[in-house]
């Protein structure tokens, strides 16, 4: 059964930048389609960006100046970093997967993070 | 693409049938999907495709639309589905996500 998990700092300060792993099991991150969500406290969801092994990446323009992407087969596992935090970044952050490239819904998650922004 | 959902929150009773309805500012075809999300856990995908149900989700869900507007109906409400539900879109991205419904059991 597939499973995801998030793992990273908690706490990250203002400008510096947020790195979060996504460790997969019962899967290869060399197929399907990756990707990270977020959900600040109380509200709804954001999705930030897909990833597929072969090296597509495509990001929410929202946050493309910001956010990088990426993969590591060997170790079955992909990665967010995001740069220049503020207080707006605090959120529980989300790895999950998906099927399609287009038409992507997401059929596993992982149990999510949540990363605080504050000095 | 930008997603709607109403009612905002409702509370009904157990065996109530519920309908969400979620609209979209562009046509989406088909490609809309439903998930669920109890306090503290991820989203778990209930319907994709607007009215295909996910292996394992109880046949009391169930989904209907196309182009811009679409609706959940949960039938014959269990104490089990107090949760709060979110629309996406999967037509275009950067995918996005309603803001979802919270349905409270009276």
């Known amino acids: 059964q597939v499973q995801l998990q998030e793992s990273g700092p908690g706490l990250v300060k203002p400008s510096e930048t947020l790195s979060l792993t996504c460790s997969v099991s019962g899967d290869s991150v060399s197929s399907d389609f990756w990707n990270w969500i977020r959900q600040p406290a109380g509200k709804g969801l954001e999705w930030i960006g897909r990833?597929?092994?072969?090296?597509?990446?495509d990001y929410n323009p929202s946050l493309k100046s910001r956010v990088t992407m990426s993969i590591d087969t060997s170790k079955n596992q992909f990665y967010l970093k995001l740069r220049s935090v503020t207080a707006a970044d605090t959120a529980v952050y989300y790895c999950a997967r998906a099927d399609n490239w287009n038409d992507a819904f997401f059929d596993y998650w992982g149990q999510g993070t949540l990363v605080t922004v504050s000095s | 693409i930008q997603m709607t959902q109403s009612p905002s929150s409702l509370s009904a009773s157990v065996g109530d049938r519920v309908t969400i309805t979620c609209r979209a500012t562009?046509?989406?075809?088909?490609?809309l999907n439903w998930y669920q999300q109890k306090p503290g856990k991820a989203p778990k995908l209930l319907i994709y495709?607007?009215?295909i149900l996910q292996s394992g989700v109880p046949s009391r869900f169930s989904g209907s639309g196309s182009g811009t507007d679409f609706t959940l109906i949960i039938n014959s409400l269990q104490p089990e589905d107090s949760a709060t539900y979110f629309c996406?879109?999967?037509?275009?991205?950067?995918?996005?996500f309603g803001q979802g419904t919270k349905v409270e059991i009276k």
């Open positions: 990833m597929y092994a072969s090296g597509s990446i």
């Open positions: 495709g607007a009215s």
């Open positions: 996406q879109q999967s037509y275009s991205a950067p995918w996005t």
């Open positions: 562009e046509p989406l075809i088909t490609y």
